[in-house]
């Protein structure tokens, strides 16, 4: 049988063979098997998101949006130990965050107590010009948000939006020439643009997720 990684079944132990190596993706892999509650495409989704968002942005704190898990929050940390610590920001977190986090500290005890959680959301959350904002599937008009939040701070941002909101999301005129997905986030990078900010403009593989479209960018006087 293919193991698909964009499935939303959950790794488990029986899992641990497909991540045997010693990279630290796959000590990641192990550590989230040995939680047993977490659906396999979020571990991709993490990591792609991830080190891709740590390739330009280093240091800050992580303020993780809409982080359900706060797999994205710990993998930033991992991924580049001089952030001091990480926010994962989700009204409603699914209860079983508690073991993935639990076992990531196992895992890597540095981990401790940096790892913090914000039940509000993030129009509640005060951001600064050091923060790194980044949020894996930001449902609709999310997205907008988090931007305007970020950018008025003057923070960096790394965000990969899903379930676009077709009567409330701004397509810029552009849905004549694209798909109207495809035109509103054309559109935020375009809103980016002028307002300041560097944009880099990636995806991740698409049999991980069909809404693989990330949007990073940075105020133009720092990276």
Known sequence: MTF??????????????????????????????????????????AWEV????????????????????????HVMLLLDDSSESALVVDPAPPPSSVAIHEALTAAWPRLGGRVSRGVEGIADVELSGRDVVVSSHACGTLTDLILERA???????????????????????????FDAALAIDATRAL?????????????????????????????????
């Open 50 to 73: 991830g080190r891709r968002a740590r390739r330009l942005f280093r240091g800050g704190r992580v303020v993780d949006v809409a982080g359900g898990h706060g797999l994205l929050a």
């Open 151 to 177: 950018v008025a701070v003057g923070a960096r941002l790394a965000v990969l939006p899903c379930c676009h909101d077709l009567a409330a999301c701004d397509t810029g005129g552009l849905d004549g020439w």
């Open 4 to 45: 698909s990684r964009g499935s939303h079944n959950r790794l488990t132990e029986y899992d641990l063979g497909r991540f045997a190596g010693d990279a630290l993706f796959d000590r990641l892999g192990r550590a989230v098997c040995s939680a047993g509650c977490l659906p396999r495409k979020e571990l991709y989704e």
């Open 191 to 223: 809103a980016l643009r002028t307002r300041g900010y560097h944009v880099r403009t990636q995806t991740i593989p698409a049999d991980i997720t069909p809404k693989n479209r990330l949007l990073m960018a940075w105020p133009e006087k720092r990276l």
